[in-house]
């Protein structure tokens, strides 16, 4: 049996993917994770129940500080350990969702001869990708335009979990205490929540009520003391394929994986994109699809202003020629054609 290890992490957008790939290779191959010790990837990839190791992974901080001066001998540390790691693993293929987290594991591949894959989610490559992708056979890319950026770039489309479309709209609406009679609003912080979105959803409670019932998924942070009818806030749901079945709008960041998502369930969404603290990617992706017609997108710095965010979620709801090009959009589920790639790479599974 085939061993493939998994490698990338830093965040959820990093790490739900792998595992939506690996879930298919179930029983097919032998499966194991590698990241950042004590990284999210660490608690994810336990939680579905795969073996995990971890090495510490050096982090490139995007600003002036003299600790990025030592980047390189940590970097360096980092590799040995990793490299220590694959030589007793002997994995047959190295599959990288990306972020710092992979980079040791893709350099020691590099010098094990041990084929690598990586996939970039981002209309913009990341910074592991671009360092990595001479390193990996294939740069697997979530968009077309992507891919045309590596001598060895292929698009497949940004891989998604299958069971996100076998949610039952009536049985999700009744998880979560909601009616017919008005639409469903899905809030989407993020995998660690954003501050600033939720604050702003729930200053205008009281206006978006009188419109939707609201399924909160809030990340990390206060919970309100009381909460009125018809809004439901979670820190975390495992159970995304109910929450999206209930949802017939999607308010969120424009992280790649819940933007493809998003278009792939038919769902019409108000992009914020993230764009303090940030490369840019996501205000990129946003406007990507913007610009198709297949989204709205609300400036991060105009929920400030007063009334915008309800005024953009109405706007959302009376747009019915973005539901028509949303039901034609290409858009699909790309793990099919990541399994493709691994079993090209390594041969019949």
Known sequence: MKHILFCGGGSAGHTVPNLAVMQ?????????YAGSSGGIEERLAKEAGYPFFGVPCPKLVRSLTPKNLTLPFRMAQ?????????????PD?????????????LFAARRLRIPALTHESDLSPGLATRFTARRCKLVLTSFEETARR?????????????????????????KYGF???????????????????????????????????????SGKGSPLHSAPRGYTALSYEPDMASAYAAADF??????????????????????VPL????????????????????CHVLRE???????????????????????????????????????????ETLGTL
Not at 78 to 90: I, N, T, W
Not at 164 to 170: D, H, M, Q, R, W
Not at 192 to 201: F, I, K, P, Q, Y
Request: hydrophobic fraction near 40%.
């Open 78 to 90: 980092s590799e040995r350990r990793a490299l220590a790691l694959l030589k007793e693993l002997k």
């Open 250 to 271: 999607v308010l969120s960041r424009a992280g790649s994986n819940t933007v493809f998502e998003a278009l792939a369930l038919k769902k019409p969404a108000l992009l």
């Open 150 to 174: 590596f001598a060895n770039g292929r698009h497949v489309g940004s891989p998604m979990r299958k069971e996100l479309f076998a949610g039952s709209p009536g049985r999700a609406r009744a």
């Open 179 to 217: 009616s017919r009679k008005k639409p469903v609003l899905l809030v989407l912080g993020g995998g660690s929540g954003s501050h600033t979105l939720n604050e702003a959803v729930r200053a205008h409670l009281p206006t978006l009520l009188g419109q939707f019932q609201i399924l909160h998924l």
């Open 24 to 32: 298919e290779l179930e029983g097919k191959c032998r499966l194991t």
């Open 93 to 105: 293929l190295v599959f990288s969702k990306g972020g710092y987290a992979s980079l040791p594991y």
């Open 301 to 343: 710095r105009e929920l400030a202003r007063p009334e915008a965010l309800p005024s953009a979620l109405f706007t959302l709801i009376q747009d019915e020629a973005l539901r028509a090009r949303l039901q034609n959009t290409p858009v699909q589920n790309g793990t099919p054609a990541i399994l493709r790639a691994i079993e």
């Open 275 to 294: 764009e303090r603290a940030s490369r840019g990617d996501q205000l990129e992706n946003a406007r990507y699809f913007e610009a198709r017609g297949l």
